[in-house]
């Protein structure tokens, strides 16, 4: 009886191990992303590699896993564990090297090479614990059926388990280094509890001397690991002001005291800059933009989806008298606008994925400015025909909807542009489109979509501001373009190349290592 109660005993360890691991291959895939986002965007590129890789990882050791199993006679499992351990402690230390060395690999190869070198290793010693806890559960052939099932559905729910306890609780209190650090010592104490009982049970000596000797290993490298994600001092070119990691970015304040310019970033974007002495706003689209209550004249209510620094609030507020509402994803986006950017609201300050909170808005709003940028690419599903058609409907009868749009202006390749200009043709009787830099390539774009014709020499307009919008007017083919729809929606696709040239341009200019986390 005794006998059958430690048996029992040993299952449910052997379980507890199984969805421990099984949560850990979530947490470092999901992790995975913390990481390569800061430098390569957070791109479908670069959730597909991580994918991929974890994927690939995992069929690795069930190959491996089961011939070691095989060949070990029960005993190895608490080396593989500490091996992971050890494996995913690096992990933090590695990603500024293998990140910057990967950069001129591109954007998706690069972020490929990344995530095979960072987490292929550690997540294929994950995967071979699973064969390795069938081999332990499995006395008798007639049962590796019910083991091996019992087994992965084990793994399965701790996958679940981890994905839902780092979204929901981990990851909004901790940041990716520090989780990626608890995960490794815990890893590292989960493979000594379980040598001691290959000792005790196995007659393993050697497997408490392994896990022992990796766990003082690991421990020793820690206080190099943390000192890796200490950020280079960045000169006297650039000060870093703020930095906060949220659960849609690495959020940092950053200015460069030589060209008087203070500057709020979202990983490899630049979201936001105003002067250091002065406070003004210093990105040149929201000078079209803030002209456009001009041809509409009274216009009192507003909605800006994408706060960004806040700059647009206040040239709304202190220009034109318009009560605007704001729109924003990240909170910590929001709360460095509050502190350095002198962010003060002017209607309802919202936090929340635009998709969701649009359709609990009320109108009308006479107004509605679509700035919505992070990570090197825009959130394809808010420039989809559906998208657009929610925002109309939120319009006044006068209103106008402005979208900012990052691309380049010429090439018969580039068919980014003209498939949201055939978008905003399809939603909007009445499209008028500028461009922010005459004369430049790589640039800012302003489509004015409105249910009524768009007066672009309107009385309420000086003769000089007349003159310098026509100057921007721009023409764009659309029949080129592809209609962006929920269904399909090949714009990151499409925005390859402006991705690539866009993250350049930031990384020659802040230099790799203030872009890296």
């Known amino acids: 009886m005794a006998n059958n109660v430690f048996n029992a005993l040993e299952r449910t360890g052997l379980y507890l191990t ?26 479908l ?21 089961g011939r070691w199993a095989d060949r070990a006679k029960r005993a190895g499992l608490s080396l593989i564990i500490a091996l992971a351990a050890v494996l995913t402690l690096l992990i933090p230390g590695l990603a500024r090297p293998v990140l910057l060395a990967t950069d001129p690999l591109g954007l998706r190869l690069g972020a490929l090479v990344s995530a095979l070198v960072l987490f292929l290793p550690s997540l294929t010693m994950l995967g071979m614990v699973g ?54 010592v815990f890893l590292l104490l989960l493979s000594v509890l379980i040598a001691v009982f290959e000792q005790k049970r196995l007659a393993m000596n050697s497997a408490i001397i392994c896990s022992v000797s990796l766990l003082i290993i690991g421990l020793g490298l820690l206080p190099k690991i943390v000192d890796a994600g200490h950020l280079p001092h960045p000169g006297d070119k650039f000060k870093v002001l703020s930095e906060e990691e949220s659960l849609y970015g ?8 030589a060209r008087n310019l203070r500057m709020l970033t979202s990983d490899a974007s630049m979201i936001g800059a105003a002067g250091i002495s002065d406070g003004g706003n210093r990105l040149s689209y929201q000078d ?70 649009i359709r609990h808005l ?14 090197g690419s825009e959130p394809s599903h808010l420039l989809t025909v559906e998208t657009l058609r929610q925002l109309k409907g939120l319009l006044s009868e006068r209103g106008i909807l402005a979208v900012n749009f990052v691309s380049f202006a010429e090439g018969q390749d580039n068919r980014a542009l003209p498939s949201v200009a055939k978008t905003v043709d399809q939603v909007f009787p009445h499209q008028s489109l500028f461009i922010s830099e005459p004369g430049k390539d790589f640039n800012d774009f302003i489509f004015l979509a409105a249910s009524q014709p768009i007066d672009l020499e309107a009385k309420s307009l000086f003769a000089d501001q007349i003159d310098w919008l026509k100057q921007r007017v721009f023409q764009v083919d659309k029949t ?14 499409l925005q390859v190349k402006k991705s690539e040239h866009y993250r350049s341009v930031l990384v020659d200019w802040f230099g790799g290592d203030l872009l890296v986390r």
């Open 250 to 257: 690495w959020v940092r304040v950053i200015d460069q005291p």
């Open 45 to 65: 590129y670069v959730w597909s590699s991580l994918i991929s890789v974890t994927m690939m990882a995992l069929a690795i050791g069930y190959f491996i896993g």
């Open 480 to 493: 080129r373009g592809v209609l962006l729809t929920d269904n399909l929606n090949p714009l990151e696709y």
């Open 18 to 43: 199984v969805f421990l691991t099984g949560a850990s291959v979530m947490v470092i895939e999901l992790l995975g992303t913390r990481m390569i986002a800061p430098f390569y965007g957070a791109s």
């Open 362 to 375: 009320q109108g009308p709003y006479d107004l509605i400015i679509h700035d919505c940028f992070t990570g």
């Open 131 to 184: 064969p390795f806890a069938i081999k332990l559960a499995t006395p008798r052939l007639d049962g590796v059926g019910s083991s091996a099932g019992s087994i992965y559905a084990v793994s399965t729910l701790g996958s679940v388990a981890g994905t839902l306890f780092l979204g929901f609780y981990l990851f909004p209190l901790l940041g990716a280094r520090e989780i990626f650090i608890g995960a490794g």
């Open 288 to 357: 079209i933009v803030g002209l456009i209550p001009a041809l509409r004249p009274g216009m009192k209510r507003a909605l800006i989806v994408g706060l960004g620094a806040g700059k647009m609030v206040e040239v709304l507020r202190d220009r034109y008298g318009i009560d605007t509402d704001t729109l924003e994803i990240d909170p910590a986006v929001a709360a460095a606008a509050s502190r350095y950017f002198d962010f003060n609201p002017a209607g309802k300050n919202i936090i929340g994925d635009a998709r969701y909170e």
